[in-house]
């Protein structure tokens, strides 16, 4: 399924034949299942494998995001797609960068708070943080945990 080219504005230097950024002229953007894919060679060893993290660790985690982003979702009553799209968010992002290096949960709930905004159901990123800190507490079993009232 190939998209035809996207128009492109800018205050960027303009010409007739495109955007002129650094020194490369842009001038059409394709949409393509080729562009769209990750390359097998990124897809083994991951970032996480070469910081050390087990193969079964590593899907756990992902799993584990996964799950989480679709009950933030439910609970912020975002649309399916938009769940999905956070999930998708989550997946290539540990694909460049390693869960060693980078919190999982923080990661999950910067992808529900853009992919909300991409799929046109956002929500107020108070929210989000509310129900990651709920999420959070529910797993802890630790219900003397409360975050500061802003002010």
Do not use: W
Not at 93 to 110: G, L, N, Q, R
């Amino acid at each position: 399924m190939a998209a035809g080219p996207l128009s492109v504005s800018s205050n960027a230097s303009t010409n007739n034949d495109g955007i002129l950024i650094g020194d490369k002229v842009y001038s059409e953007v394709y949409l393509t299942i080729d562009n769209s894919l990750i390359p097998e060679e990124r897809l083994s060893p991951t970032p996480s494998m070469l910081d050390g993290l087990d193969l079964n660790t590593e899907t756990d985690l992902r799993i584990l995001g996964c799950e989480l982003i679709q009950s933030a979702g439910i609970l912020l009553r975002l649309p399916q797609v938009a769940m999905a799209t956070a999930q998708v968010l989550f997946q290539r992002f540990f694909y460049s960068k390693s869960f060693v290096k980078h919190s999982f949960e923080i990661v999950a709930m910067a992808c529900i708070n853009l992919a909300s905004k991409i799929e046109e159901a956002p929500r107020r990123i108070r929210d989000v943080i509310n129900v990651f800190h709920h999420l959070r507490q529910i797993r802890c079993k630790n219900d003397q945990l409360h975050l500061p009232k802003p002010g």
